[in-house]
């Protein structure tokens, strides 16, 4: 037996029920009449548009994206339907977030492969009204249907995937990042550099160094070759035709320096470090600057200094502690990755920091606050990592002055962090500091530590359950 439950009989039944006839649904609704009798009395009955069928539910008291799930249906039901009337029912479902209905259309569409690059066309117009995570779904579509392995579609398609797919879990953002690195080199050059510099910080946050470097290595080459190849072309370097980037072409060449030099740094290969720094100490030569570069050269000359003195200081040199704290005071960018730095002279010089601690920590603490959104979380998974290594650096320089109260205080901060990026190697490295001294833990920090194992081992027996339903579905 034929399904009767359909678009057309609950409007009938909803319209006898509420007493109207077609004409005075039709001044009700504001359709015309003669539409609405294609609607409800063609043979066979007219599948309405998506206004159409707004209309129909605003006139009869019912939400936006009433009856869309019949819609849906309808719509493969009668044919494979016209991607005009699948996209305007696809964006309306954006705007509605409706992202259920949006992943079941897609899949659907599955059995069309020939509507991949209008998929990806939608998803990319889209993109630029400034729509983001609900249009995951759409390049995943185009990740999994897109027939040619070096199609452009496909690689942005991977970029947007992985820029979109960044949270604070470090460790889903490593996925994220390995699985997009080998499309890279079929990008638009714009989009290329830019997901060089979110590789380079991603691998960098994950503290492998080999891979930073590399990716540093190769975002000096491609800046280096786009700013020399449109001076040689066009004489100006500001001329953004066929350069599509998210910043100015002087914050990838000079971040190209500055993270190949803070990954040798952060291996006390201070010496090869010092002579990256001097590579974007002063960029002002770089053509094109304008304001907007001038301001990134600056900041640029800032990280060089800093860098420059925080170099001295973690090579033993005591002298250089005075201004790179008068540059810390005067710079509130600078004034977390200094404090680290700090931190680090004091834990490995043995001198003490008290005073500096007391100064600093409140600031920065309050910066941490407001990184942090609404939802209550980072902003960056860059500032997050900062924080744990804050927190577990702090831990260690209060156990050194026998301070275990702030110790353990700073390790449980630690702990809780590292649990909501999912950072093994930082819970693994605080959880073996706690046990350490848990001899001096209050039974107020037991209870904040047995609260957070609690919810590691939560974590960990559903992740192993995912496991076990994936391999027997």
């Known amino acids: 037996m034929q399904n009767t439950l359909n678009i057309r009989s609950i409007v009938e039944q909803e319209l006898q029920q509420k007493g109207y006839n077609l004409s005075r649904f039709s001044q009700v609704s504001g359709m015309n009449r003669g539409t609405l ?128 797919s960044q949270s604070e ?43 930073a470097e590399f990716f540093a290595d190769e975002l000096r080459e491609l800046s280096s070759y786009v700013y020399e190849n449109r001076l040689h072309i066009s004489n ?100 977390l990755p200094g404090l680290l730095f700090v931190i680090d002279a004091a834990n490995k010089y043995d001198f003490a920091i008290d005073c500096i601690i007391e100064e600093f920590l409140g600031e920065v603490v309050k910066m941490e606050q407001d990184l942090q959104t609404k939802n209550g979380y980072y902003q960056s998974d860059m500032s997050m990592e900062r924080y744990i290594s804050l927190y577990k650096k702090l831990a260690i320089y209060f156990f050194k002055e026998h301070s275990y109260n702030k110790a353990i205080d700073n390790i449980i901060k630690c702990i809780s962090l590292s649990v909501r990026a999912n950072s093994k190697k930082d819970l693994i490295s605080c959880v073996s500091l706690f046990e350490l001294y848990r001899r001096y833990a209050t039974d107020f920090q037991l209870e904040k530590y047995h609260q957070f194992m609690k919810e590691v081992l939560r974590i960990e027996e559903a992740y192993i359950s995912k496991i076990i339903d994936s391999s027997n579905g």
């Open 236 to 335: 100006d370097i500001e001329d953004e035709k066929g350069l599509k980037t998210e910043r100015h072409l002087v914050v990838y060449y000079g971040q190209g320096y500055l993270m190949k030099g803070n990954a040798l740094f952060l291996q006390e290969r201070y010496n090869e470090a010092l002579k990256y720094i001097q590579k974007y100490e002063d960029l002002s030569w770089f053509e094109g600057l304008y304001e907007d570069g001038k301001k990134e050269v600056n900041k640029l000359s800032s990280f060089a200094r800093a860098n420059f003195l925080a170099i001295n200081l973690l090579s033993g040199n005591k002298e250089s502690l005075s201004e790179y704290l008068e540059l810390l005071r005067n710079d509130v960018n600078e004034m």
């Open 37 to 164: 009798s294609l609607i409800l009395n063609g043979n066979p009955s007219k599948l309405p548009s998506i206004p159409q069928m707004d209309k129909i539910a605003e006139a009869l008291g019912y939400e936006q994206g009433w009856l869309y799930e019949l819609y849906l249906e309808e719509c493969f039901d009668r044919e494979v339907p016209h991607w005009r009337r699948l996209k305007n029912f696809l964006y309306r479902c954006i705007q509605l977030d409706k992202e259920e209905l949006i992943d079941k259309a897609l899949h659907r569409l599955m059995e069309d492969c020939s509507q991949t690059a209008a998929v990806f066309d939608a998803a990319e117009e889209w993109y630029e009204e400034g729509y983001r995570q609900v249009l995951l779904p759409f390049y995943r579509y185009v990740t999994v249907n897109e027939k040619y392995r070096h199609a452009e579609r496909l690689a942005i398609s991977h970029y947007r995937i992985f820029r979109l």
């Open 169 to 211: 879990n470090f460790e889903n953002n490593l996925r994220a990042a390995i699985t997009f690195e080998p499309y890279r080199h079929e990008l638009p050059v714009g989009f290329r550099l830019d997901g060089l510099l979110k590789l380079i910080n991603v691998y960098y946050n994950q503290h492998m160094w080999e891979k």
